[in-house]
């Protein structure tokens, strides 16, 4: 399977805690994406990397979270001090430098 | 900020029967609408897009026309099928920065 991979599928927490989620993009695809997805409701974005570097960040994306690419590959999302608002199911995407972009199967974090 | 906005929230048409999507969006830069399909516990899965230089575009049962003036898009189903129920979002935007839409829940009844 050649598509965007995540890890972990599915995440339970207690609030206050750290979770850190990792994204494996389609390879050779220069552009990630980070989405977080609540019930009912559209991805929301959150961040992207072209290759290594954080290019724009949402609003949503608050001082708890941070997104790092290290090596233009791979990419992780944290969430240091969970809250029960956190939870939601966090999707990353990836595309080349047409646009289109690849999803990935999510996941989904709860925080008790 | 920018929006965009589909309808209707749910949708449930009989097997065979054509289903029809409109989305609209508020920033006139935005010159790239993909359609994404969600079943339960996945990821969106593109299943078509249309970029601001053609009005429409076909592939098989799926048709998605574009109206930039208006700024509004629609994606078409025809022949619908059990195996089209899912959630559907459209997107636009520009530059990979992409707004969804609140997704359309398709019921195809057999």
């Known amino acids: 399977d050649t598509g965007v991979s995540q890890d972990p599928r599915h995440k339970i927490t207690k609030r206050g805690q750290n979770v850190t989620f990792r994204c494996d993009p389609i390879s050779e695809h220069n552009r990630l994406y980070w989405y977080r997805q609540t019930l009912g409701q559209g991805p929301e974005f959150l961040t992207y990397?072209?290759?290594?570097?954080?290019?724009?960040k949402s609003r949503l994306l608050s001082d708890r979270f941070s997104a790092e690419r290290p090596k233009g590959s791979f990419s992780t999302l944290e969430i240091q001090r969970t809250e029960q608002g956190d939870s939601a199911m966090y999707l990353c995407a990836s595309s080349s430098d047409q646009e289109t972009q690849y999803f990935g199967p999510g996941t989904r974090l709860l925080v008790l | 900020g920018e929006n965009v906005e589909q309808h209707p929230s749910t949708l449930s048409v009989q097997e065979g029967d054509s289903a029809v999507i409109k989305c609209t969006y508020s920033d006139s830069a935005s010159n790239y609408f993909p359609w994404y399909k969600q079943e339960l516990g996945k990821g969106p899965q593109l299943i078509i897009d249309i970029r601001s230089n053609v009005g429409e575009k076909k592939d098989q049962r799926i048709a998605v026309t574009l109206n930039k003036t208006a700024k509004h898009f629609s994606l078409h189903i025809t022949e619908t099928q059990p195996e089209d129920s899912a959630v559907y979002f459209c997107a636009g935007g520009s530059q990979g920065n992409l707004i969804f839409g609140k997704g359309t829940k398709l019921s195809v009844k057999p």
């Open positions: 990397f072209q290759n290594e570097a954080q290019l724009e």
